[in-house]
Protein backbone atom coordinates (compact mmCIF):
# COMPACT_ATOMS: atom_id res chain seq x y z
CA UNK A 1 0.00 0.00 0.00
CA UNK A 2 2.99 2.63 0.91
CA UNK A 3 4.48 1.78 -2.38
CA UNK A 4 1.37 2.29 -4.42
CA UNK A 5 0.70 5.91 -2.79
CA UNK A 6 4.09 6.75 -2.96
CA UNK A 7 4.05 6.20 -6.75
CA UNK A 8 0.82 7.99 -7.18
CA UNK A 9 2.88 10.76 -5.22
CA UNK A 10 1.44 10.64 -1.90
CA UNK A 11 3.89 10.66 1.03
CA UNK A 12 2.37 7.93 3.48
CA UNK A 13 4.00 7.68 6.75
CA UNK A 14 3.26 4.74 9.11
CA UNK A 15 2.30 4.27 12.51
CA UNK A 16 2.12 1.82 14.42
CA UNK A 17 -0.28 2.85 17.91
CA UNK A 18 -2.35 5.39 19.19
CA UNK A 19 0.47 7.42 20.50
CA UNK A 20 2.58 7.52 17.27
CA UNK A 21 -0.78 9.16 15.79
CA UNK A 22 -0.56 11.58 18.21
CA UNK A 23 2.49 12.89 18.16
CA UNK A 24 2.68 12.32 14.45
CA UNK A 25 -0.29 15.20 14.13
CA UNK A 26 1.34 17.58 16.80
CA UNK A 27 4.04 17.98 14.62
CA UNK A 28 2.45 17.49 10.92
CA UNK A 29 -0.99 19.64 10.36
CA UNK A 30 -0.73 19.13 6.87
CA UNK A 31 -2.24 15.38 7.05
CA UNK A 32 -4.62 15.22 4.00
CA UNK A 33 -6.01 11.01 5.08
CA UNK A 34 -5.79 8.42 7.44
CA UNK A 35 -5.87 4.90 6.28
CA UNK A 36 -7.10 2.59 9.49
CA UNK A 37 -6.39 -0.67 9.78
CA UNK A 38 -9.21 -1.31 11.83
CA UNK A 39 -9.38 -5.50 10.81
CA UNK A 40 -6.62 -6.32 14.24
CA UNK A 41 -6.89 -3.83 17.39
CA UNK A 42 -10.16 -2.83 16.94
CA UNK A 43 -10.47 -0.50 20.03
CA UNK A 44 -7.31 1.11 19.20
CA UNK A 45 -8.48 2.26 15.71
CA UNK A 46 -11.73 3.56 17.57
CA UNK A 47 -9.29 5.72 19.52
CA UNK A 48 -7.12 6.84 16.86
CA UNK A 49 -10.81 8.02 14.49
CA UNK A 50 -11.59 9.95 17.66
CA UNK A 51 -7.70 11.67 17.55
CA UNK A 52 -8.51 12.41 14.14
CA UNK A 53 -11.51 13.91 14.32
CA UNK A 54 -10.18 15.61 17.59
CA UNK A 55 -11.81 19.63 18.07
CA UNK A 56 -10.93 21.59 15.18
CA UNK A 57 -9.32 18.36 13.89
CA UNK A 58 -10.94 16.72 10.31
CA UNK A 59 -8.87 14.21 8.86
CA UNK A 60 -10.61 12.22 6.61
CA UNK A 61 -10.09 8.54 7.18
CA UNK A 62 -10.35 5.39 5.30
CA UNK A 63 -10.89 2.65 7.58
CA UNK A 64 -10.28 -1.32 6.36
CA UNK A 65 -12.91 -3.14 8.55
CA UNK A 66 -13.92 -6.42 8.84
CA UNK A 67 -18.16 -7.16 8.72
CA UNK A 68 -18.43 -7.64 12.26
CA UNK A 69 -16.35 -4.70 12.97
CA UNK A 70 -18.49 -2.41 10.43
CA UNK A 71 -21.81 -3.79 12.25
CA UNK A 72 -20.31 -2.65 15.79
CA UNK A 73 -19.32 0.79 14.47
CA UNK A 74 -22.51 1.31 12.93
CA UNK A 75 -24.14 0.41 16.08
CA UNK A 76 -21.64 2.21 18.31
CA UNK A 77 -23.35 5.09 16.46
CA UNK A 78 -19.95 6.36 15.61
CA UNK A 79 -19.98 6.05 12.07
CA UNK A 80 -21.83 8.39 9.83
CA UNK A 81 -23.45 6.68 7.10
CA UNK A 82 -21.49 7.91 4.04
CA UNK A 83 -18.09 7.47 6.53
CA UNK A 84 -15.93 5.60 4.26
CA UNK A 85 -14.95 1.86 4.73
CA UNK A 86 -13.24 -0.74 3.07
CA UNK A 87 -13.91 -4.45 3.25
CA UNK A 88 -11.96 -7.51 1.99
CA UNK A 89 -11.27 -8.39 -0.76
CA UNK A 90 -9.51 -4.75 -1.54
CA UNK A 91 -6.29 -4.29 -4.20
CA UNK A 92 -3.19 -1.59 -3.04
CA UNK A 93 -4.68 0.18 -6.52
CA UNK A 94 -8.51 0.38 -5.46
CA UNK A 95 -7.51 1.66 -2.28
CA UNK A 96 -5.07 4.43 -4.38
CA UNK A 97 -7.95 5.33 -6.11
CA UNK A 98 -10.53 5.88 -3.37
CA UNK A 99 -7.33 8.04 -1.21
CA UNK A 100 -7.09 10.22 -4.55
CA UNK A 101 -10.75 10.81 -4.94
CA UNK A 102 -11.18 11.07 -0.76
CA UNK A 103 -8.41 14.06 -0.95
CA UNK A 104 -9.84 15.71 -3.92
CA UNK A 105 -12.83 16.04 -2.37
CA UNK A 106 -11.46 17.16 0.96
CA UNK A 107 -9.34 19.84 -0.85
CA UNK A 108 -12.11 21.00 -2.76
CA UNK A 109 -13.88 21.22 0.46
CA UNK A 110 -11.45 23.34 1.59
CA UNK A 111 -10.79 25.69 -1.26
CA UNK A 112 -14.57 26.19 -0.77
CA UNK A 113 -14.77 27.11 2.77
CA UNK A 114 -12.31 29.39 2.37
CA UNK A 115 -14.79 31.43 -0.97
CA UNK A 116 -17.52 31.33 1.68
CA UNK A 117 -15.31 32.88 4.21
CA UNK A 118 -15.08 35.05 1.92
CA UNK A 119 -18.59 35.56 1.01
CA UNK A 120 -19.45 35.81 4.62
CA UNK A 121 -17.39 38.68 5.76
CA UNK A 122 -18.36 40.54 2.62
CA UNK A 123 -21.70 39.74 3.75
CA UNK A 124 -21.21 40.87 7.36
CA UNK A 125 -19.72 44.40 5.63
CA UNK A 126 -22.69 45.21 3.34
CA UNK A 127 -24.82 44.44 6.46
CA UNK A 128 -26.88 41.74 5.04
CA UNK A 129 -27.34 38.10 6.10
CA UNK A 130 -26.99 35.98 2.64
CA UNK A 131 -29.22 33.17 1.87
CA UNK A 132 -27.34 32.51 -1.02
CA UNK A 133 -24.46 31.54 1.39
CA UNK A 134 -26.55 29.36 2.73
CA UNK A 135 -28.22 27.61 -0.49
CA UNK A 136 -24.44 26.71 -1.69
CA UNK A 137 -23.44 24.90 1.49
CA UNK A 138 -24.84 21.68 -0.07
CA UNK A 139 -22.84 20.24 -2.25
CA UNK A 140 -24.61 18.71 -5.97
CA UNK A 141 -24.39 15.42 -6.41
CA UNK A 142 -22.31 13.07 -9.33
CA UNK A 143 -24.47 10.71 -11.14
CA UNK A 144 -22.10 8.76 -12.95
CA UNK A 145 -23.95 6.92 -16.20
CA UNK A 146 -21.95 3.69 -17.35
CA UNK A 147 -21.91 0.15 -18.69
CA UNK A 148 -19.59 -1.29 -21.04
CA UNK A 149 -22.12 -2.35 -23.53
CA UNK A 150 -22.76 0.71 -25.93
CA UNK A 151 -25.85 0.93 -27.29
CA UNK A 152 -27.84 0.59 -24.29
CA UNK A 153 -29.10 3.84 -23.86
CA UNK A 154 -26.71 5.99 -21.97
CA UNK A 155 -26.08 8.87 -23.38
CA UNK A 156 -30.22 8.74 -23.86
CA UNK A 157 -30.77 8.56 -19.87
CA UNK A 158 -28.28 11.03 -19.31
CA UNK A 159 -29.40 13.89 -21.35
CA UNK A 160 -33.13 13.04 -20.15
CA UNK A 161 -32.37 13.14 -16.84
CA UNK A 162 -30.38 16.10 -16.78
CA UNK A 163 -33.19 17.89 -18.47
CA UNK A 164 -35.68 16.56 -16.17
CA UNK A 165 -33.99 17.61 -13.20
CA UNK A 166 -33.30 21.07 -14.83
CA UNK A 167 -37.06 21.58 -15.87
CA UNK A 168 -39.04 19.83 -13.87
CA UNK A 169 -37.59 19.58 -10.49
CA UNK A 170 -36.21 23.11 -10.37
CA UNK A 171 -31.87 21.61 -9.92
CA UNK A 172 -29.21 23.21 -11.60
CA UNK A 173 -27.45 21.00 -13.49
CA UNK A 174 -24.28 20.15 -15.78
CA UNK A 175 -24.04 17.18 -18.15
CA UNK A 176 -20.60 16.47 -18.97
CA UNK A 177 -19.51 14.20 -21.76
CA UNK A 178 -16.37 12.23 -20.89
CA UNK A 179 -16.51 9.69 -23.72
CA UNK A 180 -13.96 11.36 -25.91
CA UNK A 181 -13.95 8.71 -28.70
CA UNK A 182 -17.69 7.79 -29.57
CA UNK A 183 -19.58 10.79 -27.41
CA UNK A 184 -22.45 12.21 -28.94
CA UNK A 185 -24.33 14.33 -26.06
CA UNK A 186 -23.08 17.21 -27.76
CA UNK A 187 -24.70 16.43 -31.32
CA UNK A 188 -27.90 14.16 -29.73
CA UNK A 189 -28.50 18.10 -28.48
CA UNK A 190 -27.26 20.07 -31.33
CA UNK A 191 -24.71 21.69 -30.30
CA UNK A 192 -21.48 20.76 -31.82
CA UNK A 193 -19.70 23.70 -32.55
CA UNK A 194 -19.82 24.83 -28.66
CA UNK A 195 -15.77 24.75 -26.94
CA UNK A 196 -14.41 22.04 -25.07
CA UNK A 197 -12.49 21.44 -22.24
CA UNK A 198 -9.47 20.35 -24.39
CA UNK A 199 -9.82 23.58 -26.41
CA UNK A 200 -10.49 25.48 -23.42
CA UNK A 201 -7.53 23.94 -21.66
CA UNK A 202 -5.15 23.67 -24.57
CA UNK A 203 -5.50 27.34 -25.09
CA UNK A 204 -4.84 28.03 -21.37
CA UNK A 205 -1.44 26.54 -21.60
CA UNK A 206 1.27 29.38 -21.27
CA UNK A 207 -1.01 31.29 -19.77
CA UNK A 208 -1.42 32.29 -15.91
CA UNK A 209 -5.54 31.44 -16.65
CA UNK A 210 -6.89 27.37 -15.56
CA UNK A 211 -10.74 27.54 -16.58
CA UNK A 212 -13.13 25.93 -14.60
CA UNK A 213 -15.68 23.45 -16.16
CA UNK A 214 -18.81 26.36 -14.95
CA UNK A 215 -16.86 28.64 -17.42
CA UNK A 216 -16.46 25.92 -19.82
CA UNK A 217 -20.29 24.86 -20.40
CA UNK A 218 -22.91 26.37 -22.76
CA UNK A 219 -26.34 26.20 -21.61
CA UNK A 220 -28.85 24.09 -23.74
CA UNK A 221 -32.55 25.02 -24.13
CA UNK A 222 -33.19 22.95 -21.54
CA UNK A 223 -31.16 25.24 -19.12
CA UNK A 224 -28.61 21.98 -18.91
CA UNK A 225 -25.18 23.65 -18.32
CA UNK A 226 -23.25 21.17 -20.93
CA UNK A 227 -19.53 20.20 -21.35
CA UNK A 228 -17.81 17.95 -23.79
CA UNK A 229 -14.48 16.88 -22.82
CA UNK A 230 -13.28 17.20 -26.46
CA UNK A 231 -14.12 16.69 -30.32
CA UNK A 232 -11.46 14.26 -31.33
CA UNK A 233 -10.20 11.24 -29.87
CA UNK A 234 -6.71 12.73 -30.49
CA UNK A 235 -4.64 14.89 -28.69
CA UNK A 236 -6.45 14.26 -25.21
CA UNK A 237 -3.20 14.75 -23.82
CA UNK A 238 -4.24 17.82 -21.42
CA UNK A 239 -7.13 15.90 -20.04
CA UNK A 240 -4.98 14.55 -17.10
CA UNK A 241 -7.38 11.80 -14.99
CA UNK A 242 -6.63 13.98 -11.80
CA UNK A 243 -7.24 17.29 -13.20
CA UNK A 244 -10.15 16.30 -14.72
CA UNK A 245 -11.37 15.02 -11.47
CA UNK A 246 -10.77 17.83 -9.41
CA UNK A 247 -12.35 19.78 -12.00
CA UNK A 248 -15.59 17.64 -11.84
CA UNK A 249 -15.66 17.67 -8.12
CA UNK A 250 -15.24 21.70 -8.08
CA UNK A 251 -18.27 21.56 -10.53
CA UNK A 252 -20.42 20.70 -7.65
CA UNK A 253 -20.43 24.03 -5.91
CA UNK A 254 -22.10 25.36 -8.70
CA UNK A 255 -24.70 22.39 -9.77
CA UNK A 256 -27.19 20.53 -7.85
CA UNK A 257 -26.71 17.28 -10.20
CA UNK A 258 -23.37 16.55 -12.10
CA UNK A 259 -24.28 14.24 -14.61
CA UNK A 260 -21.32 12.11 -16.65
CA UNK A 261 -21.76 9.99 -19.17
CA UNK A 262 -18.69 8.20 -20.25
CA UNK A 263 -16.59 5.76 -22.70
CA UNK A 264 -17.27 2.08 -22.20
CA UNK A 265 -13.88 1.53 -20.49
CA UNK A 266 -11.92 1.33 -17.36
CA UNK A 267 -9.11 3.45 -17.81
CA UNK A 268 -7.34 5.87 -15.09
CA UNK A 269 -10.16 8.73 -16.32
CA UNK A 270 -12.88 6.75 -15.63
CA UNK A 271 -11.66 5.12 -12.57
CA UNK A 272 -10.81 8.56 -11.37
CA UNK A 273 -14.37 9.25 -11.81
CA UNK A 274 -15.94 6.39 -10.53
CA UNK A 275 -14.05 7.20 -7.13
CA UNK A 276 -16.18 10.43 -6.96
CA UNK A 277 -19.27 9.57 -7.94
CA UNK A 278 -22.32 9.71 -5.48
CA UNK A 279 -24.09 7.23 -7.93
CA UNK A 280 -23.39 4.87 -10.87
CA UNK A 281 -26.13 4.11 -13.15
CA UNK A 282 -26.06 0.91 -15.33
CA UNK A 283 -28.52 0.88 -17.58
CA UNK A 284 -29.42 -2.51 -19.11
CA UNK A 285 -31.48 -3.64 -21.24
CA UNK A 286 -33.40 -7.00 -21.27
CA UNK A 287 -30.90 -8.88 -23.42
CA UNK A 288 -28.38 -11.35 -22.59
CA UNK A 289 -25.17 -9.97 -24.08
CA UNK A 290 -25.84 -6.41 -22.02
CA UNK A 291 -26.58 -8.15 -18.88
CA UNK A 292 -23.05 -10.13 -18.97
CA UNK A 293 -21.89 -6.33 -19.52
CA UNK A 294 -23.71 -5.21 -16.34
CA UNK A 295 -22.18 -8.48 -14.58
CA UNK A 296 -19.03 -7.80 -15.15
CA UNK A 297 -18.72 -3.96 -14.05
CA UNK A 298 -20.07 -5.12 -10.62
CA UNK A 299 -17.34 -7.55 -10.48
CA UNK A 300 -14.93 -4.50 -11.52
CA UNK A 301 -17.28 -2.58 -8.94
CA UNK A 302 -16.54 -4.91 -6.29
CA UNK A 303 -12.78 -4.55 -6.86
CA UNK A 304 -12.64 -0.75 -7.26
CA UNK A 305 -14.75 -0.81 -4.05
CA UNK A 306 -17.72 1.04 -5.85
CA UNK A 307 -20.14 -1.42 -5.62
CA UNK A 308 -22.64 0.51 -3.48
CA UNK A 309 -22.71 3.12 -5.73
CA UNK A 310 -24.10 1.25 -8.82
CA UNK A 311 -28.00 1.45 -9.57
CA UNK A 312 -29.20 -0.58 -12.44
CA UNK A 313 -31.39 1.45 -14.96
CA UNK A 314 -33.82 -1.10 -16.87
CA UNK A 315 -34.18 0.46 -20.19
CA UNK A 316 -36.51 -0.92 -22.77
CA UNK A 317 -37.85 -2.65 -19.85
CA UNK A 318 -41.42 -3.54 -21.68
CA UNK A 319 -39.52 -6.14 -23.75
CA UNK A 320 -37.61 -9.25 -23.53
CA UNK A 321 -36.35 -10.66 -19.86
CA UNK A 322 -38.59 -9.01 -16.33
CA UNK A 323 -37.31 -5.88 -15.16
CA UNK A 324 -37.46 -8.03 -11.89
CA UNK A 325 -35.44 -10.99 -13.44
CA UNK A 326 -32.94 -8.26 -14.67
CA UNK A 327 -32.31 -6.92 -11.11
CA UNK A 328 -31.67 -10.73 -9.47
CA UNK A 329 -28.84 -11.98 -12.62
CA UNK A 330 -27.13 -8.27 -11.92
CA UNK A 331 -27.28 -8.33 -8.75
CA UNK A 332 -27.75 -5.06 -7.70
CA UNK A 333 -31.02 -2.99 -6.90
CA UNK A 334 -32.75 -1.24 -9.56
CA UNK A 335 -33.62 2.40 -8.77
CA UNK A 336 -35.81 2.97 -12.10
CA UNK A 337 -37.22 0.96 -15.04
CA UNK A 338 -37.83 3.35 -18.51
CA UNK A 339 -40.02 1.83 -21.29
CA UNK A 340 -39.00 1.19 -25.04
CA UNK A 341 -40.37 4.30 -26.47
CA UNK A 342 -39.98 3.96 -30.36
CA UNK A 343 -38.10 6.72 -32.32
CA UNK A 344 -39.15 8.72 -29.58
CA UNK A 345 -35.51 9.55 -28.76
CA UNK A 346 -34.56 9.86 -32.04
CA UNK A 347 -37.16 12.46 -33.53
CA UNK A 348 -36.00 14.72 -30.06
CA UNK A 349 -32.27 14.17 -30.90
CA UNK A 350 -32.79 15.18 -34.59
CA UNK A 351 -34.25 18.48 -33.40
CA UNK A 352 -31.52 19.08 -31.24
CA UNK A 353 -33.19 18.57 -28.04
CA UNK A 354 -34.37 16.08 -25.35
CA UNK A 355 -37.53 13.77 -24.97
CA UNK A 356 -37.85 16.42 -22.03
CA UNK A 357 -38.91 19.25 -23.78
CA UNK A 358 -40.09 17.61 -27.04
CA UNK A 359 -42.66 15.43 -25.84
CA UNK A 360 -43.27 15.97 -22.04
CA UNK A 361 -46.36 14.13 -21.81
CA UNK A 362 -45.32 11.06 -23.43
CA UNK A 363 -45.47 8.23 -20.59
CA UNK A 364 -41.64 7.15 -21.00
CA UNK A 365 -40.71 10.57 -19.95
CA UNK A 366 -43.05 9.53 -17.07
CA UNK A 367 -40.42 6.98 -16.27
CA UNK A 368 -37.29 9.23 -16.46
CA UNK A 369 -39.39 11.88 -14.28
CA UNK A 370 -39.54 8.93 -11.71
CA UNK A 371 -36.17 8.06 -12.11
CA UNK A 372 -35.26 12.15 -11.26
CA UNK A 373 -37.26 11.66 -8.36
CA UNK A 374 -35.98 8.93 -6.68
CA UNK A 375 -32.68 10.08 -7.13
CA UNK A 376 -33.54 13.35 -5.09
CA UNK A 377 -35.34 11.06 -2.77
CA UNK A 378 -31.87 9.28 -2.29
CA UNK A 379 -30.52 12.42 -1.81
CA UNK A 380 -32.77 13.84 0.58
CA UNK A 381 -33.00 10.57 2.53
CA UNK A 382 -30.42 8.25 2.24
CA UNK A 383 -31.37 5.10 3.57
CA UNK A 384 -33.84 2.59 3.39
CA UNK A 385 -36.13 2.79 -0.20
CA UNK A 386 -38.93 0.59 -1.35
CA UNK A 387 -37.35 -1.11 -4.79
CA UNK A 388 -39.43 -0.32 -7.92
CA UNK A 389 -40.16 -3.95 -8.19
CA UNK A 390 -41.46 -4.84 -4.72
CA UNK A 391 -38.91 -5.73 -1.78
CA UNK A 392 -36.62 -3.21 0.08
CA UNK A 393 -33.31 -2.48 -1.65
CA UNK A 394 -31.15 0.69 0.30
CA UNK A 395 -28.97 2.90 -1.71
CA UNK A 396 -26.00 4.84 -1.46
CA UNK A 397 -22.87 3.95 0.55
CA UNK A 398 -24.69 1.81 3.45
CA UNK A 399 -24.21 -0.70 5.26
CA UNK A 400 -26.11 -3.16 3.79
CA UNK A 401 -24.55 -2.13 0.51
CA UNK A 402 -21.21 -2.71 2.11
CA UNK A 403 -21.76 -5.73 3.63
CA UNK A 404 -23.73 -7.10 0.53
CA UNK A 405 -20.44 -5.68 -1.94
CA UNK A 406 -18.53 -7.77 0.58
CA UNK A 407 -20.08 -10.91 0.41
CA UNK A 408 -20.36 -10.89 -3.83
CA UNK A 409 -17.13 -10.04 -3.50
CA UNK A 410 -15.56 -13.17 -2.05
CA UNK A 411 -16.43 -15.67 -4.44
CA UNK A 412 -15.26 -13.56 -7.87
CA UNK A 413 -12.47 -11.49 -7.10
CA UNK A 414 -9.98 -14.53 -8.51
CA UNK A 415 -11.81 -14.25 -11.72
CA UNK A 416 -11.90 -10.24 -12.27
CA UNK A 417 -7.89 -11.10 -11.15
N1 LIG B 1 -36.08 3.43 -23.92
C1 LIG B 1 -35.75 3.63 -25.20
N2 LIG B 1 -36.73 3.61 -26.15
C2 LIG B 1 -36.43 3.82 -27.45
N3 LIG B 1 -35.21 4.05 -27.91
C3 LIG B 1 -34.19 4.07 -27.04
C4 LIG B 1 -34.41 3.87 -25.64
N4 LIG B 1 -33.22 3.95 -25.03
C5 LIG B 1 -32.29 4.20 -25.97
N5 LIG B 1 -32.87 4.27 -27.19
C6 LIG B 1 -32.20 4.48 -28.49
O1 LIG B 1 -31.18 3.51 -28.61
C7 LIG B 1 -30.03 4.05 -29.24
C8 LIG B 1 -28.82 3.85 -28.34
O2 LIG B 1 -28.99 4.63 -27.16
P1 LIG B 1 -27.79 5.49 -26.57
O3 LIG B 1 -28.36 6.29 -25.46
O4 LIG B 1 -27.10 6.23 -27.64
O5 LIG B 1 -26.87 4.32 -26.00
P2 LIG B 1 -25.36 4.37 -25.44
O6 LIG B 1 -25.07 5.77 -25.03
O7 LIG B 1 -25.38 3.41 -24.30
O8 LIG B 1 -24.47 3.90 -26.53
C9 LIG B 1 -30.34 5.48 -29.52
O9 LIG B 1 -30.76 5.60 -30.86
C10 LIG B 1 -31.50 5.82 -28.59
O10 LIG B 1 -32.34 6.80 -29.12
MG1 LIG C 1 -23.41 6.98 -25.58
Redesign the pocket.
Known sequence: MSAELAEAGFEAIEVADADQLESLLEHRPDVGLAILDGESDFDSTIEMYSMLHDGERNVACLMVVSSTALDRLSLAGRARVNGEFVTRPYSAASLRWRVEAMLIRAETMLIRAEALDDDARGAILDGEVTAASSATTRRGQIVV?F?P???????????NTSAMLQLRKNQRVMLIDC?TV?G?VVA?LGMTEIPTVVDVWTADLGTNETHSLSEIASAHTSGVAVLTMSRSPLHTEVLEPKRVAQAISAARDHYDWVVV?MH?DYGPLNQGIFALADHILV?V?PEVPTIRAAVQFREVAVELQIRDRLALVV???NSGISAGDVEKVVGFGAIAK?????????HA?NGGHSAVEEYPKAR?VG?IEALADRLIATRDNPGREESPFGGFMRHGRDLLGRLTSQSIGRGQTARIR
Open positions: VNKGGVGKTTIAIDTHSDPPTNRSIRSAGMLFVAVD
